[in-house]
């Protein structure tokens, strides 16, 4: 099976594309800056005994979509999991005092820049008669965080969409879900360690999902082992928490 994990330099999109080829599956992943960093993740599934490459995609700039795709397709399995943070989310401002510009920007590449990846992919997976598509959506989506409503807004926008492409694909053998990810421990989080503790005691079971623990459902969901889940929000281990903000 031949996946495709968007943004799968680094954090979880890295853990997710090391799984997938150490499953057996022909692994194609993203980036969007950091080449080194995305061959470095190669070389690992390569070294591992898998197979990899890595191509430059933009979800910001809809013409890259297509093109990654073109040159690197076609896929049985998508793991969307590329995101746009705007590179200050969440913002300090009042709500009334993000701009508007910022909103279309964050729409623009995390709504939009899935649908054209979505397009792209689909006609490939309904001519074999299978296809796995997983969008990686976040627990400020239904939770919502302060200064964050550009962000929350578009991953929630993955909720309708899976449902609305599950429907639409479902009779051609393709699978979509919404992988619903809380607040995970990488090695690069710039996140304080007291936030993580306080989320991880509000959790049923005590911790934090790892980058590792997220691939691990990514996995599932996007795989074979997937037989007939479609068009539903999984909500990992961190997210559970379901609970007050910690600042």
């Known amino acids: 099976m031949h996946v495709l994990v968007t943004g799968g330099s680094s954090g979880i999109g890295a853990a997710t594309a090391r799984a997938f ?40 700039e809809h013409g890259s979509v297509l093109a990654a795709v073109a040159a690197a397709g076609p896929f049985d399995s998508v793991i969307a999991n590329a995101v746009m943070w705007g590179g200050d989310a969440p913002r300090t401002e009042s709500f009334e005092e993000i701009p508007i510009e910022h909103w279309s920007e964050m729409l623009h590449a995390n709504v939009l820049g899935n649908v054209v990846l979505a397009q792209s992919v689909l006609p490939a997976m309904r001519e074999r008669g299978f296809g796995r598509v997983v969008l990686v959506s976040s627990g400020i989506a239904e939770e919502g965080t302060p200064g964050a409503g550009p962000y929350g807004t578009a991953k929630m926008a993955l909720h309708g969409l899976a449902r609305t492409l599950a429907w ?34 509000r959790t049923p079971s005590k911790r934090l999902s790892t980058a590792e623990d997220v691939a691990a459902l990514l996995l599932f969901l996007g795989s074979a082992a997937n037989h007939n889940l479609t068009g ?7 997210n559970a928490a379901r609970s007050a903000h910690v600042t």
């Open 21 to 60: 080829g150490s499953a057996g599956h022909r692994v194609t992943l993203t980036y969007k800056s950091g080449p080194d960093r995305a061959e470095r993740v190669v070389k690992e599934i390569e070294q591992a005994g898998g197979t990899a490459a890595a191509v430059h995609m933009d979800l910001g």
């Open 232 to 238: 539903e929000i999984i909500r990992e281990g961190s």
């Open 168 to 201: 639409q694909a479902g009779m051609d053998g393709v699978l979509v879900n919404v992988a619903a990810v809380g607040l995970t421990r990488t090695d690069s989080s710039p996140i304080p360690g007291r936030v993580f503790d306080a989320v991880a005691g």
